[in-house]
């Protein structure tokens, strides 16, 4: 049996997704919370996620899948693995689903959103839970940088260097850019929507909406960035702290709840946990 999670975390005290040596990983605390529940052998269940997230990176709907001969109601599957889980990971969702199903190669669009904090100082209460900029930033300056962004394109020049993706090309279909409050002190939601994501291609590209925003950089460098196809072209890769992976998106059919569903466009961003 196939069955689908969607899993929640705060990634402030991880080093990221992927499984490491040090069992410092979401993955790790996960695939042991859920041989614990099932009581299998160590190793015995491992699972694989829709969209690896670095050290540091929240995420409010991760989607894993894996397989199992051990059969529990889906609510069971959910709550039992909460048991052996910290605090700042929690399963929202349970779903079987079919063999055919995977949760990286079904998912038809991924979606992720950086919080930044405009204030003359630092964070604090929100640290390791927002970027920062000190400075004001200009939205429609962002919001016209980030219109040249839109579509099909090779985005080399947002590409960590240890990125092991096939291709640079990806189709970014949707930027959106909101202010939450008003005077110095206040907060910017970008939202991005692709069918893929480069290695620090979201941080990346907060770095030079962030410079553009400002006022260091015209809007129109950002095109100038993107026709360079070099990272060296762009501007230095912006905090963790802030980015949240939104989830994949998949289709319809395979019955997963609609906040999972390209076709219900994915549940309304209802701000970090």
Known sequence: ???ALGIRYNGQAYEGWQSQRSGRTVQD??????????????????TLCAGRTDAGVHALMQVVHFDTDVEREP???TRGTNRFLPDDIAVQWAHPVPD???CRASALARRYLYVLSQSPVRPSLDSGRVGWSMHALDGDAMRKAAAVLIGTHDFSSFRAS?????????NLRRI???RVGEGERCRWHFEFEADAFLHHMIRNLMGCLVRIGRGDERPEWIAEVLEARSRKAAAPTFSA??????GPLYDAKWGLPAEATLQAGGAPYDGPP
């Open 1 to 3: 049996m196939r069955l």
């Open 29 to 46: 605390k996960l695939e042991a919370a859920l041989t614990k529940f099932a009581a299998q052998p160590s190793g015995k269940i491992g």
């Open 75 to 77: 609510f069971s599957w």
């Open 100 to 102: 055919e199903f995977h």
């Open 162 to 170: 240890a990125c092991q993706a096939k291709s640079p090309v990806k």
């Open 176 to 178: 959106q850019i909101t």
């Open 241 to 246: 702290d802030g980015l949240y992976f939104l």
